[in-house]
């Protein structure tokens, strides 16, 4: 069987929409934005960002907290191009495809409206997003703070038909343990020499 | 011959050779050709470009090691030189569910924490 957390299946959503922009997401409220909209044209049953009204327009903390979880795995590298930052996925040609395919397999309705929600709102500058965003009947019709919709409610999901290879490989690449221990451990043994040891006699004696 | 380097998962190659006698040979059988043929072993998907571009003589791949209800996976790293045999760094030896995501809490738990 194939499970997926939660947060691992948000944290690849952000990894698909940022690998859209060819040079990166100009700024977090653009990403915001397109999430939003990609999640409000589908499925209302499996949305997979809650979103609620704030001062910019319709704001996600899970993006937030999926955007602070990749940065500090190396998934994504942010830097200033202007008066904004650029946000770009780190991920092999061969990820993205595996994502792509994933949310193609499983969350068509939202790949779908991701699309669109990418076409209409990726290059737009900030003000018009603002402008736009506050125009929008969600935003009219909630107060400030109140939670416009609900991302999906269970925290794990399994996936039939899916190779549990797939499942372990999508999930390792947004495991924060996982991602900064192999780092670290990097970073470390690239500082020593490189020894055998006996292991036959370590562990099989 | 590769040099094979486990001191990172000491405790827990421990903990995975003693859990059968099944597991036991087969953890001997994957050290064994991490030993003659590293390159054998599936590339790990999962590393960020910008890790593999800072290490560009390092391959990432893992192993199973799978026996009825015990499985477990290894990462290591393998090491490429111009004027020497390869050498692997075994950097993660952990319990795993097949097409699970890693519980860390077992994983903790393997190793007494």
Known sequence: ?205 | MVTLDTSYVRQQLRAIADSSNAVRKLLYDTLERLETDPSSFPPLDSVPPTVAARYPSVSFRKAKIESGRHTYRLVFAQWQFKDRDDHVDVLYAFPRRSGYPIDWDEVDEMLGQ
Request: proline share 3%; aromatic share 14%; charged share 30%.
């Open chain 1, 1 to 205: 069987m194939a499970v997926l957390q939660k947060e691992s299946i948000q944290r690849l959503a952000v990894l698909r929409a940022l690998s859209m922009w060819q040079r990166g997401a100009y700024g977090p409220v653009r990403l915001q934005k397109t999430l939003f909209f990609a999640d409000k044209d589908a499925d209302p049953k499996w949305r997979l960002f809650s979103f609620k009204r704030w001062r910019l327009g319709q704001y996600s903390d899970e993006i937030s907290d999926a955007l602070n979880g990749l940065r500090e795995m190396g998934r994504i590298t942010c830097w200033y191009d202007g008066p904004a930052e650029r946000l770009k996925a780190e991920i092999s040609r061969k990820a993205q495809r595996q994502i792509a395919s994933f949310f193609q397999s499983y969350f068509p309705e939202w790949r779908a409206s991701l699309r669109s929600a990418f076409d209409t709102w990726a290059y737009l500058n900030n003000d018009t997003i603002i402008e736009r965003a506050h125009d929008d009947p969600a935003y009219k019709t909630s107060d400030h703070g109140e939670v416009i919709f609900s991302s999906f409610e269970s925290q794990v999901l399994e996936f039939e038909g899916m190779a549990d290879e797939t499942a372990e490989n999508l999930s390792d690449l947004v495991d924060i343990r996982f991602q900064r221990g192999l780092q670290k451990r990097l970073a470390s043994a690239v500082r020593r020499p490189a020894k055998g040891e006996d292991w036959r006699t370590i562990y099989f004696r």
